[in-house]
């Protein structure tokens, strides 16, 4: 028998090392992670709801940043809807049907002349189109979504549906929300790179209590939480949003809808921010997206065709009262809570480019159109 001799180097020995230290470090992350799915799933139904959940970094944590790395990898952070979205769909990525990239937004102006100020006060109160009747909202031609399912949806035959909502009730007929409750809008109310802000008359809030104005002026009992679900901790944001939802219809059951009220985001390579903007008797408006989720991932949500038959009904009043103002609908294939009602939407009410002044004005805008759809003979 012959043997061969190896000379270990300094050189090779440390090769060795760390290729042993790579394996061992892969095999141990692939246990946990591996593990972490399996409890998590049979341990809370909301798992899906948990992962997506935006989450921020914890500066007191010193510990190995697994995550971080898994993300560098595979080229996304696989927490962020946001993100992972982006990576099949031309929703949050800037680059939807009509192209908001800087150089065209600034073709629309800069939203100062006309524009209502920060606080949301306008300098001339607007004629407010009229509220259309069920004939003109269960009629449309051409609604547009981004389906980022396997399911065939038809959104201008569920126009033609009656809805099953039964808003008769006494008490508040529609919850608004905020899952991520410290997003804000561009200029001096960012918080650094965070773009979060817990001051309520500057973040989505805001925008929730124009939405909650509107209602009731249209008579719609409408009742706002303002709880923060993501801070102090931005992980889990989604599964505090469903205590709060549950709690909330168990304490007032006339409760039939509920919108979760958040704000978009997009940086070009550039660092600018995406602005979905149009203008609406003259005011820069920001532009509103619905989000309706499915039960795509294997979570319950058998209502969820009447969600986004709500959110067809929704699109068709807005582009009838305010041409522009809406975004594709965007069908998802998480649940986001939805599951709770026949009647509950995400409102993404502008973006991170945009003011508060034109969210609040978006957000307005829509209720409106939800108004319209809820009192329609």
Same mark, same amino acid.
């Given at each position: 028998?012959?043997?061969?001799?190896?000379? &270990?180097?300094?050189?090779?020995?440390?090769?060795?090392m760390?290729?042993?230290?790579?394996?061992?470090? &892969?095999?141990?992350?692939?246990?946990?992670?591996?593990?972490r799915?399996?409890?998590?799933? +049979?341990?809370?139904? %909301?798992?899906?709801?948990?992962?997506?959940?935006?989450?921020?970094?914890?500066?007191?944590?010193?510990?190995?940043?697994? +995550?971080?790395?898994?993300?560098?990898?595979?080229?996304?952070?696989?927490?962020?809807?946001?993100?992972?979205i982006?990576?099949?769909?031309?929703v949050?990525?800037?680059?939807?049907?009509?192209?908001?990239?800087?150089?065209?937004?600034?073709a629309?102006?800069?939203?100062?002349?006309?524009?209502?100020?920060?606080?949301?006060?306008?300098?001339?109160?607007?004629?407010?189109?009229?509220?259309?009747? +069920?004939?003109?909202i269960?009629?449309?031609?051409g &609604?547009?979504?981004?389906?980022?399912?396997?399911?065939s949806?038809?959104?201008n035959?569920?126009?033609?549906?009656?809805?099953?909502l039964?808003?008769?009730?006494?008490?508040?007929?529609?919850?608004?929300?905020?899952?991520?409750?410290?997003?804000c809008?561009?200029?001096?109310?960012m918080?650094?790179?965070?773009?979060?802000?817990t001051?309520?008359?500057?973040?989505?809030?805001?925008?929730?209590?124009?939405?909650?104005?509107?209602?009731?002026?249209?008579?719609? +009992?409408?009742l706002?939480?303002?709880?923060?679900?993501d801070?102090?901790?931005?992980?889990g944001?989604?599964?505090?949003?469903?205590?709060?939802?549950?709690?909330?219809?168990?304490?007032?059951p006339?409760i039939?809808?509920?919108?979760?009220v958040?704000?978009?985001?997009?940086?070009?390579?550039?660092?600018?921010k995406?602005?979905?903007?149009?203008?609406?008797n003259?005011?820069?408006?920001?532009?509103?997206?619905?989000?309706?989720?499915?039960?795509?991932?294997?979570?319950?949500?058998?209502?969820?065709?009447?969600?986004?038959?709500?959110?067809?009904?929704?699109?068709?009043?807005?582009?009838?009262?305010?041409?522009?103002?809406?975004?594709?609908?965007?069908?998802?294939?998480?649940?986001?809570?939805?599951?709770?009602?026949?009647?509950?939407l995400?409102?993404?009410?502008?973006? %991170?480019?945009?003011?508060?002044?034109?969210?609040?004005?978006?957000?307005r805008?829509?209720?409106?159109?939800?108004a319209a759809? &809820?009192?329609?003979?």
């Open positions: 028998m012959k043997f061969k001799t190896i000379v &270990l180097t300094r050189k090779r020995i440390v090769m060795y760390t290729i042993f230290v790579c394996a061992a470090f &892969l095999l141990a992350a692939g246990t946990v992670i591996s593990k799915s399996v409890n998590v799933f +049979k341990e809370n139904e %909301n798992a899906y709801e948990e992962i997506l959940a935006e989450g921020l970094p914890n500066s007191s944590d010193n510990s190995l940043d697994i +995550k971080g790395i898994i993300n560098k990898i595979i080229g996304f952070d696989a927490e962020e809807p946001e993100t992972i982006s990576e099949y769909s031309s949050f990525d800037g680059t939807t049907d009509t192209d908001y990239a800087p150089d065209d937004m600034e629309e102006g800069n939203g100062d002349e006309g524009a209502n100020s920060e606080n949301g006060d306008t300098q001339d109160a607007p004629t407010e189109p009229p509220l259309p009747d +069920k004939t003109q269960a009629s449309s031609v &609604l547009e979504i981004n389906n980022a399912t396997q399911y949806v038809d959104l035959a569920m126009c033609a549906e009656d809805l099953t039964n808003t008769n009730t006494d008490g508040p007929q529609v919850l608004v929300v905020h899952t991520h409750t410290t997003e809008y561009d200029g001096d109310q918080n650094g790179e965070t773009e979060r802000n001051d309520e008359n500057r973040n989505v809030i805001a925008v929730g209590n124009a939405i909650c104005a509107a209602l009731e002026e249209n008579g719609i +009992k409408t706002h939480d303002t709880t923060y679900h801070y102090p901790s931005y992980q944001a989604y599964t505090r949003a469903l205590g709060t939802i549950e709690n909330q219809l168990k304490n007032n006339s039939k809808i509920v919108l979760d958040h704000r978009d985001a997009f940086i070009y390579p550039d660092g600018s995406l602005r979905v903007a149009c203008e609406q003259g005011i820069a408006t920001a532009q509103v997206m619905i989000v309706a989720g499915t039960d795509s991932m294997g979570l319950w949500h058998d209502n969820w065709r009447e969600n986004l038959k709500f959110a067809a009904h929704i699109q068709n009043a807005a582009e009838i009262m305010y041409p522009g103002l809406m975004r594709p609908v965007n069908l998802r294939t998480e649940r986001f809570n939805e599951h709770m009602t026949m009647g509950s995400i409102l993404e009410v502008g973006s %991170n480019g945009n003011t508060l002044a034109e969210a609040t004005e978006g957000g805008c829509v209720a409106r159109a939800i759809v &809820l009192t329609a003979k």
